[in-house]
């Protein structure tokens, strides 16, 4: 089994809409610091350019699960850091058309949202999915309420 990746197909129009402010106040602020000011003024403008590059870094990461040799590495959309989960950890896979419940033992379970994924990329994840499981001996439930 090969690592399942994706590339984000879209942005979400909040997103966009932050990025577009804060590129517009780094822009009014550059202006600002043009005239003699005190160095608060080019403070603000660093911080505000820090945090631009940090959304935009933080939007441009695909997401994907990928296989080790204990478990699963799954760093998904929206998430700042990346999951791992023990294969010893999973109770049960729960698949549903929405998202995809990972249950852990003792632990919270992981949820996967599935809506900004296109059809074939939903497929591709489900094929993945229930392979691992085949592969694994791991409980496997098909909900399509979730």
Same mark, same amino acid.
């Given at each position: 089994m090969e690592?399942?990746?994706f ?5 979400p129009?909040?997103?966009i ?8 106040l ?8 043009l005239r003699p /000011?005190d160095i608060?003024?080019?403070l ?13 870094i933080?939007?441009t990461l695909p ?7 204990? /478990?699963?590495?799954?760093r998904w ?9 023990p ?8 698949? /549903? ?5 990972i249950?852990?033992?003792d632990?919270?379970p992981?949820?996967?949202i599935?809506?900004g994924?296109?059809?074939?990329d ?5 094929e ?15 909900n399509?309420?979730?």
């Amino acid at each position: 089994m090969e690592n399942l990746i994706f590339k984000h197909n879209k942005r979400p129009i909040a997103r966009i809409v932050i990025l577009l402010v804060s590129l517009l106040l780094l822009v009014g602020l550059f202006f600002i610091i043009l005239r003699p /000011g005190d160095i608060w003024d080019i403070l603000e403008l660093v911080l505000l350019a820090l945090f631009y590059t940090g959304v935009l870094i933080f939007i441009t990461l695909p997401a994907g699960i990928k296989l080790t040799g204990e /478990g699963l590495k799954i760093r998904w959309f929206n998430w700042l850091k990346e999951k791992n989960i023990p294969d010893t950890e999973i109770e049960k896979i729960i698949l /549903g058309r929405l998202s995809i419940h990972i249950n852990r033992k003792d632990k919270k379970p992981v949820k996967l949202i599935l809506e900004g994924l296109e059809k074939a990329d939903k497929t591709r994840l489900y094929e993945f999915l229930i392979e691992y499981t085949k592969q694994k001996n791991l409980a496997l439930e098909r909900n399509l309420n979730l």
